[in-house]
């Protein structure tokens, strides 16, 4: 049974792959950072579930559809599979900013729906990763440890320098990774 003192959720957009302000729209688009896949599976081969938070509002836009989703993602558990490791689960939002859904983060419903997929009490101690603030607050009410990557919109986020106390802060997610491991 998972243990939410050795799970990692991550962000996907910006944290795993490029992100693009005209929204990653297609398998082709969706580019991983070189290093992403193989924290991920380190991750996972050193006995830490890894589970993916992502708003995806592009499928309200009507820019893909969910189906073009799924083929990201099934990508992306390929590209990590290929690399020895695994993700436990993958929670997205399909909703518009104004569609008045509970799942969009910085509402924390992404993370509740991680919870329950894990069959988990709570997430307390667990790890939220991401490259926005709102990434970090919906973690926030959850319990989750915060960490901000500089890469995506990271940087700009840390040059705000609003809402990050007590957020570790790395370059990229295998800088976080690397730290993590040799805990």
């Not at 950072?33 to 081969?45: G, M, N, T, V």
Request: hydrophobic share 40%; proline share 5%; charged share 25%.
């Amino acid at each position: 049974m998972p243990d939410a003192s050795r799970l990692v959720i991550l962000d996907r957009d910006g944290v795993i792959n490029r992100d693009s302000d005209a929204y990653v729209k297609s398998l082709d688009e969706w580019i991983p950072y070189p290093s992403s896949i193989e924290a991920i599976a380190r991750l996972s081969r050193a006995g830490w579930d890894v589970a993916i938070a992502t708003n995806q509002s592009g499928i309200a836009r009507g820019y893909y559809d969910e189906a073009t989703l799924e083929a990201m993602h099934a990508e992306l558990e390929k590209q990590v599979g290929d690399a020895g490791g695994e993700i436990a689960y993958i929670a997205y939002c399909p909703h518009g900013p104004d569609d008045g859904c509970s799942c969009r983060k910085p509402l924390p419903g992404l993370l509740e729906e991680i919870r329950a997929a894990l069959g988990l009490e709570s997430l307390a101690g667990s790890w939220m990763v991401g490259d926005s603030l709102r990434d970090l607050q919906a973690g926030e009410p959850m319990g989750c440890r915060p960490v901000l990557v500089r890469t995506g919109k990271g940087s700009k986020t840390e040059a705000q320098g609003e809402g990050l106390e007590g957020a570790l802060i790395f370059d990229e997610l295998a800088g976080f990774v690397d730290w993590l491991l040799d805990k």
